[in-house]
């Protein structure tokens, strides 16, 4: 609601006093909506979103994409955990996915059908290190799905809580389904099959679309490079072939580009070397293109 005041280009603090006391609310619920609203605007000050003019007015900088839009109640902790990040390092990309994650919703199913397959995985291990049935079962409770970026999250939500206290009421959900299913190529069909959501595929595709949308329109361009550009535009192609598939009753083959170097699970996949963007060499893989979403 803020950022929409905002572009109207009117005084945004009339438009917010005007909501935020010209409504039915009690006048205590009034008082935490305002502290709230003030908190936010706070947060978004500090993350480079607004911007005062010399005038006094604040504003939208100029320099945020169109479709720019804060749609997570942590999306502002998200933008400001993205400046902890080392944009020249390798895996930049991916922990950008994993800070973009760590504030959507779980998908339920997936974590547990993730925890799962770790969990076998984990005693198949301890099994052949011959490690007793009692140990073996007090270790697999450490064992759970896949959280990139734990401590660095956990450190930096506590941080930014205590001058940003509204966050308080949300939590930090670390878990990587994006990040998985890129580091291991795979079509969403494989992914699926992998885990064994056939049941879920819904979910899978609603968790993925949403995903998309929050990194389409969080990630400002500035923190934007050429490899998390192309691992942003082949998501929405798979998203968009899924949803068209899921329509017309074809498969899809969109997969993430295996690394050069290795096609293990824990390799990062580099992008492609082309000339043009992913969206040119998602586009010859894939024959048919629904304009959902945009």
């Not at 899924?242 to 498969?251: A, K, L, P, Q």
Request: glycine share 6%.
């Amino acid at each position: 609601m803020l950022l929409n005041v905002l572009a109207r280009g009117e005084d945004p603090y009339e438009a917010m006093r005007h909501l935020l006391t010209d409504n039915h609310e009690d006048p205590a619920a009034q008082r935490r909506h305002i502290r709230r609203a003030i908190a936010i605007a706070r947060a978004l000050i500090a993350g480079g979103v607004i911007e005062r003019t010399d005038a006094g007015v604040y504003k939208l900088v100029d320099d945020l994409q169109l479709d720019f839009a804060l749609n997570q109640a942590l999306s502002p902790f998200a933008l400001a955990c993205l400046e902890l990040l080392d944009k020249e390092a390798p895996e930049y990309p991916l922990d950008v996915v994993s800070v973009i994650e760590a504030t959507l919703e779980d998908p339920r199913q997936v974590l547990s059908a993730q925890r799962q397959k770790a969990r076998g995985e984990a005693v198949n291990q301890m099994k052949s290190d011959g490690i007793e049935y009692e140990e073996r079962m007090a270790l697999l409770e450490d064992v759970t799905w896949p959280r990139p970026l734990l401590e660095l999250l956990e450190g930096a939500y506590e941080t930014y809580r205590q001058g940003h206290p509204y966050v308080a009421d949300y939590e930090i959900k670390p878990k990587s389904v994006v990040r998985d299913m890129y580091e291991r190529a795979m079509t969403f069909t494989e992914y699926v099959s992998f885990y064994g959501l056939s049941r879920s595929e819904g979910l899978v595709l609603r968790y993925l679309a949403d995903a998309y949308r929050a990194l389409r329109q969080t990630v400002p361009e500035d923190a934007r490079t050429e490899e998390l550009g192309d691992l942003i535009e082949w998501l929405g192609e798979l998203v968009r072939q899924v949803d068209s598939s899921s329509t017309s009753g074809s498969g899809c083959a969109t997969r993430a580009p295996r690394s050069k170097r290795s096609a293990s699970t824990t390799s990062r996949p580099r992008s492609p070397a082309t000339s043009g963007r992913s969206r040119c060499w998602c586009a010859t893989r894939c024959s048919a293109v629904s304009s959902w979403p945009r």
